[in-house]
C-alpha cells in the first residue's frame, strides 16, 4: 500500500525558512515523479511543485519560484520542499502527491499524503 | 495559464439521485490531460478520474468522466452517503498544472 507521511509543518515568521519533508513508502519510489500541492485554509487546491523520478528536472509555480525548492533522495524515499521568504499568503497543508512512472508525459497526483500544515504568521 | 472553472458551486442532492459536475478550461486542454479528485473535510484529495474518463484503482464505476477540449464532466450515478464532498478537476496537460476552484456536493 503506498503510504506518503508529510512532515516539517509548523508556525514560521514572516521572511523565514522550513523544509518540508514527505516519507514514501510502499512502493518503488525512484520510479515515479512527485508532487507537492497545498491547499489554503478554506480554499481550493495549488500545485507548488513537481520533481522527475531522477530528480533531474523540476518545475514550480510562479508563486514559489525563486523562493522554493523541491529535491528527492531516491536512496531513503524521501521529497523535500525547501521554502525560503516566507509570507502570509504561503500559509496551508501542503501535500505531498505521487505521480506516474511514464517517462516525459504530464502526470496527475494518484496517491496523496494527510499533508503538514504550515502557518506564517508574526 | 489554463484557467478551469467549475459549475455549478453547491450542488445540494439527495442520496440516490445522480450528479453532473462541470469543468470547462479557459483554453484546450492538451491531450484531454484532466483529472478529477473528491475532498471530504479534514481529508487529502482522493484521486477519481484522470485522462478525462480513466476511472482510478479502485473507484466505483458509478463515477464516469467526459469531455474533451473545453469542457468536461465528472457524472456520479446515484449518490451514495460517502459521495458527499468537495470535488475538484485538474489539468495537467500545460504547465503550470492548473485546479478548478470546486463543485460542493451537499445533502439537500
Not at chain 2, 492548473?98 to 456536493?105: C, L, N
Request: with cysteine; hydrophobic share 30%; proline share 4%.
Amino acid at each position: 500500500e503506498v503510504h506518503l507521511v508529510e512532515s516539517g509543518g509548523g508556525l514560521v515568521k514572516p521572511g523565514g525558512s522550513l523544509r518540508l519533508s514527505c516519507a514514501a513508502s510502499g512502493f518503488t519510489f525512484k520510479k515515479y515523479k512527485m508532487t507537492w500541492v497545498r491547499q489554503a485554509p478554506g480554499r481550493g487546491l495549488e500545485w507548488v511543485s513537481s520533481i522527475t523520478d531522477s530528480g533531474g528536472y523540476m518545475s514550480y509555480a510562479d508563486s514559489v519560484k525563486g523562493r522554493s525548492t523541491i529535491s528527492r533522495d531516491n536512496a531513503k524515499g524521501l521529497l523535500y520542499l525547501q521554502m525560503n521568504s516566507l509570507r502570509a499568503e504561503d500559509t496551508g497543508v501542503y501535500y505531498c502527491s505521487r505521480g506516474t512512472t511514464v517517462q516525459g508525459s504530464p502526470d496527475y497526483s494518484d496517491s496523496w499524503g494527510q499533508g503538514t500544515l504550515v502557518t506564517v504568521s508574526s | 495559464e489554463i484557467v478551469l472553472t467549475q459549475s455549478p458551486g453547491t450542488l445540494s442532492l439527495s442520496p440516490g439521485e445522480g450528479a453532473t459536475l462541470s469543468c470547462r478550461a479557459s483554453q484546450s486542454v492538451s491531450s484531454s490531460c484532466l483529472a478529477w479528485y473528491q475532498q471530504k473535510p479534514g481529508q487529502a484529495p482522493r484521486l477519481l478520474i484522470y485522462d478525462a474518463s480513466s476511472r482510478a484503482t479502485g473507484i466505483p464505476d458509478r463515477f464516469s468522466g467526459s469531455g474533451s477540449g473545453t469542457d468536461f464532466t465528472l457524472t456520479i450515478s446515484g449518490l451514495e452517503p460517502e459521495d458527499f464532498a468537495v470535488y475538484y478537476c485538474q489539468q495537467y496537460g500545460t504547465s503550470p498544472r492548473t485546479f478548478g476552484q470546486g463543485t460542493k456536493v451537499e445533502i439537500k
